[in-house]
């Protein structure tokens, strides 16, 4: 059963445009939930997690438990943010990783 | 800084060859994680070793195997290579908390 689905493989923004990058899941218990990036020609780095509420490169991200979602957020897109975004989730003994299939962002100058 | 590093980042090998791909964490973590990189599937793990000599399959383990001798590395076998096991290979370490630390991939074609 896929248990994070994003559902767009593509994403064209203009620079200076709000962008969201979507990502849902299906879990029984309490997942935790991570967004990582990978810019072009570099390693798959994690991007933040929803347990540090934090706010990294003005990107965040809420989890929403009754609609099971994790959507990624920047108010105004830059064009350094072009890269590969991958949603990812794991379960409660932080073995096992399960990701989404990626969403390509790319930001228009 | 954490440093995962692999053996190679381009392999070329024929079909039924054995393949051997090699992953080092610098760091003392315990959990290692194996994944394949594939356009439109995503990341989907292969193994995981969560101590030396420990391991678990992930969700597609079918035609490898692993091996973790030391707790710093980590290694995929292929025991016989097909074409469909071509791929970009990512190995990861984790800390005690949730965050992975990636190598750099190795990017295998089988012919």
């Known amino acids: 059963a896929q248990r994070v689905t994003q559902p767009e493989k593509l994403l064209s923004v203009f620079k200076g445009a709000p962008v969201e990058l979507k990502c849902n899941y299906s879990?029984?218990?309490?997942?935790?939930l991570f967004w990582y990036v990978q810019y072009s020609r570099q390693r798959l780095q994690l991007l933040l997690r929803h347990i540090s509420r934090e706010s990294i490169k003005g990107f965040t991200a809420d989890l929403n438990k009754g609609e099971t979602s994790f959507h990624l957020k920047k108010p105004f897109a830059q064009e350094e943010d072009s890269a590969m975004y991958y949603c990812?989730?794991?379960?409660?003994?932080?073995?096992?990783?399960?990701f989404g299939t990626g969403t390509s962002l790319t930001v228009i100058p | 800084d954490v440093k995962v590093t692999q053996s190679s980042r381009y392999l070329v090998k024929r079909t039924g060859e054995k393949v051997f791909l090699e992953c080092v964490q610098d760091m003392d973590h315990e959990n290692m994680f194996w994944y394949r990189q594939d356009p439109g599937l995503g990341l989907r793990l292969i193994y995981f070793?969560?101590?030396?000599?420990?391991?678990e399959k992930g969700d597609i383990p079918e035609g490898y195997s692993v091996s973790r001798e030391k707790k710093e590395r980590f290694s995929l076998i292929l025991e016989s290579a097909s074409t469909n096991q071509t791929s970009m290979y990512l190995c990861a370490s984790k800390d005690s908390a949730y965050e992975q630390y990636f190598g750099p991939g190795t990017r295998l074609t089988v012919t």
């Open positions: 879990y029984s218990g309490s997942p935790e």
């Open positions: 990812a989730l794991s379960g409660m003994s932080g073995n096992q990783f399960y």
């Open positions: 070793s969560y101590d030396v000599k420990m391991k």
